[in-house]
């Protein structure tokens, strides 16, 4: 089946670093890529989306990349601050339903 | 001036019991979703409907019911509630043909003891 995977549970990083958060995905098909931020008693935010009709997407301070070749996706925060604390979650969306990955944990240190 | 609103942020509740969570969108969406989310924080969706029509239901059991009076709101009824269904229930919404503009709601934490 269609699944969404993430890399590690926990990164933990220092403020001021970068910190770089990896999903893998199995659905070949898949052809939109969503990364979400969920802080703790909140739901998903959006934080930036990916076609995959492209390789790279920059927004303010986060950068998505894609590789179709090894269904692979990741989320470059630069320079981390302690309000990117968050569980963050990449998802897809094979057929008008979006899919999660299963989140990874980012901790800023100050 | 919440966009996606869910009531109750918290529910706790014995096992046997049947509750309701209600969840309405002011963004004009036409589409709306359940999802749950469970102590790995690990998401995923439930029911899906659009404009009252039911158009995702996924495996979930049938003590869940969704019921939407208009495509302002879904809500959701859960009858014979069991432990395994402690978890946190997220509502979202969207236009659909837009694949961006999912809007999720705060969640409610269900508590089933």
New interface residues.
Partial sequence: GESVGLHLPTLSVQEGDNSIINCAYSNSASD?F?WYK?ES??????II?IRSNMDKRQGQRVTVLLNKTVKHLSLQIAATQPGDSA?Y?CAE?PT?????G??T?LQVKP | DTA?SQTPKYLVTQMGNDKSIKCEQNLGHDTM?W?KQDS??????MF?YNNKEL??NETVPNRFSPKSPDKAHLNLHINSLELGDSAVY?C?SRN?GF??G?T????TRLTVV
């Fill in positions: 939109y969503i969920q008693g909140k739901g998903p935010q959006f989306d569980v979650f969306l008008g339903k979006l899919i999660f299963q989140g944990t | 996606v979703y999802y790995k924080k690990f998401l995923k969706i899906s158009i995702i997220f979202a659909r694949d961006y999912y999720f709601g705060s969640g």
